[in-house]
């Protein structure tokens, strides 16, 4: 069982334009989310995360949004550049399970 | 060390041999996590560290795999007698918090023949 969902294995949007990835997860446990960029032959990079006291966070162009009710998350970025073309992944965890949670990735491609 | 650094980058190995992988973690960073990602998949969880001591090891496939951590610091993942499936990315992390996020290294590219 899959605790945390991608269901868009890719993206592609307009340079300028915002992206909008989305993430959904079945754990009501879960108590913190993060998101993560990579690049190829490289781990993963934190980008920001968001604890579930709120609905949403925001850092420069990136903003999470949750909706505890329908257990959904969003990352946006605006506005989107050819730089940020990258693997994104959700993850979500327990502050006393110590592990996060993946999902499978969701390749964003940023068209100039 | 300015991050966290992960050994050998590549390993080839014949299947049945066993295989030990390095991570170094950023100093000072008390959690320590190994994650996999094969082909096309997204990250599996493996194992965890707090300080020495591995509160979950949920994750590990089989009891082919290992992991220890010495010192609070630099940890090995040992895959004995290694099959094709065993054939991934390993990827190790440290962390001081949660909510900062994990910090990964490069990885480990493990190939099986």
């Known amino acids: 069982d899959q605790q945390v969902k991608q269901n868009s294995p890719s993206l592609s949007v307009q340079e300028g334009r915002i992206s909008i990835l989305n993430c959904d997860y079945t754990?009501?446990?879960?108590?913190?989310f993060l998101w993560y960029k990579k690049y190829p032959a490289e781990g993963p990079t934190f980008l920001i995360s968001i604890s579930s006291i709120k609905d949403k966070n925001e850092d420069g162009r990136f903003t999470v949004f949750l909706n505890k009710s329908a257990k959904h998350l969003s990352l946006h970025i605006v506005p989107s550049q050819p730089g940020d073309s990258a693997v994104y992944f959700c993850?979500?965890?327990?502050?006393?399970?110590?592990?996060?949670?993946f999902g499978d990735g969701t390749t964003l491609t940023v068209k100039p | 060390g300015a991050g966290v650094s992960q050994s050998p980058s590549n390993k080839v190995t014949e299947k049945g041999k066993d295989v030990e992988l390095r991570c170094d973690p950023i100093s000072g960073h008390t959690a320590l996590y190994w994650y996999r990602q094969s082909l096309g998949q997204g990250l599996e969880f493996l194992i965890y560290f707090q300080g020495n001591s591995a509160p979950d090891k949920s994750g590990l496939p089989s009891d082919r795999f290992s992991a220890e951590r010495t010192g609070g610091s630099v940890s090995t993942l040992t895959i004995q007698r290694t099959q094709q499936e065993d054939s991934a990315v390993y990827l190790c992390?440290?962390?001081?918090?949660?909510?900062?996020?994990?910090?990964f290294g490069s990885g480990t590219r493990l190939t099986v023949v």
């Open positions: 992390a440290s962390s001081l918090g949660i909510f900062v996020g994990y910090t």
């Open positions: 754990n009501s446990m879960f108590d913190y």
């Open positions: 993850a979500a965890g327990n502050t006393n399970a110590g592990k996060s949670t």
